[in-house]
C-alpha cells in the first residue's frame, strides 16, 4: 500500500467515525436535559467532518493520475480498500459510542459553563485531562446488544438510511472512477460527484433527521422512554455500518453509469 492510499484510507476512516460518533452528542443532550447545546457542538463536528471530506476527491484523484501513468495499476481494488477504511470507522464509532456519550454529556455541561467554544477547549485540553481520558472508556456491553430489537423502530427509515449511507460513501470514489473509465469526460465525470452527495444529503434531511427529531422530541416531553432513543442510535448506526459494506457493490455500477451519462 502507497503512502498517498494510506492516507486515504485513514482520512475516510476518520470522517466516518466522526460522522457516526455525532450521534453520542446528540444522546447526550438528551441525557442530560441541554439539547440545543447538544446540537450546537453536534453542528461543529459535522461541519468539521464534511469540510475534511472535501480533501478526499483531490488525494484521491492523485491515485488515478498514478493509474493512468502505469497501466495495469489496481485502481478498482484500491477503491475498495478506501471503502472498507470507511466500514472500518463506523465501527470503531460503534465500539467508542459509550465512551462518547460519556464524555460528551460532560462537554456539554462544560460548555454551557464556558460560553463558547474557544474557553471550552482552552480549559478542557490539557496535558493532565487527556492522561485521564483512559478512565472515561467506555465499552459496550452484551446487555445492550439484547435490548436491540427492530419492534417499534421503522424498518423503512433503518433500509433508507443503509441505502443514503451507501450512496454518500462512495459518491466521490464512482465520480473518479468514472473519470478514469472515461477519460475523454473525466472533468464532467469527476464533477458530478457533488450532484450525488447532494441527492443524498437532501434525502438525510428530508426522510431521516425529521423521524429522529419527533422521538427526541417525544423523549424530551417524557413521552417516549430514554431506552428508546437509545435503540434508535443504535439502529441508525448499524445501518450507517450497513451503507458503508452496501457501497462496496454500488461503486462499480455507479461508475458506469456516471460514465454512460457523460458520454
Given amino acids: 500500500m502507497t503512502g498517498e492510499l494510506l492516507l486515504v484510507v485513514l482520512l475516510t476512516l476518520v470522517i466516518h467515525a466522526v460522522e457516526t460518533l455525532a450521534y453520542a ?3 447526550a443532550g438528551i441525557r442530560t436535559g441541554k439539547l440545543a447545546v447538544a446540537l450546537s457542538l453536534t453542528g461543529i463536528i459535522l461541519l468539521v467532518s464534511r469540510t475534511s471530506n472535501l480533501l478526499q476527491g483531490p488525494l484521491t484523484g492523485g491515485l488515478i493520475d498514478s493509474a493512468v501513468l502505469q ?3 489496481p485502481l478498482e481494488w484500491q477503491f475498495h480498500l478506501i471503502l472498507a477504511g470507511a466500514a472500518a470507522g463506523t465501527l470503531l464509532a460503534i465500539l467508542l ?11 456539554v455541561s462544560r460548555l454551557e459553563a464556558a460560553g463558547s467554544i474557544p474557553l471550552l477547549l482552552r480549559q478542557s485540553v490539557s496535558i493532565d485531562k487527556l492522561k485521564r481520558v483512559k478512565n472515561n472508556v467506555r465499552f459496550p456491553r452484551w446487555e445492550m446488544l439484547k435490548r436491540l430489537r427492530v419492534g417499534g423502530i421503522p424498518k423503512r427509515l433503518l433500509l433508507l438510511n443503509t441505502l443514503v449511507t451507501g450512496i454518500y460513501t462512495v459518491g466521490v470514489l464512482s465520480a473518479l472512477y468514472a473519470s478514469y473509465l472515461v477519460p475523454e469526460h473525466s472533468r464532467a465525470a469527476s464533477q458530478s460527484s457533488g450532484l450525488i452527495n447532494g441527492v443524498a444529503t437532501i434525502l438525510l434531511t428530508v426522510f431521516i433527521d425529521p423521524r429522529v427529531a419527533l422521538l427526541t422530541d417525544k423523549t424530551m416531553a417524557g413521552q417516549t422512554s430514554l431506552n428508546e432513543m437509545n435503540r434508535m442510535f443504535g439502529f441508525l448506526m448499524l445501518s450507517r455500518l450497513a451503507g458503508t459494506l452496501l457501497a462496496h457493490l454500488f461503486l462499480a455500477p455507479g461508475a458506469q453509469l456516471i460514465a454512460w451519462y457523460v458520454s
Avoid at 459510542?97 to 462537554?107: D, G, H, K, L
Fill in 25 to 27: 452528542v446528540r444522546l
Fill in 71 to 73: 497501466p495495469g495499476t
Fill in 97 to 107: 459510542f459509550p465512551t462518547m456519550v460519556f464524555i460528551s454529556m460532560r462537554m
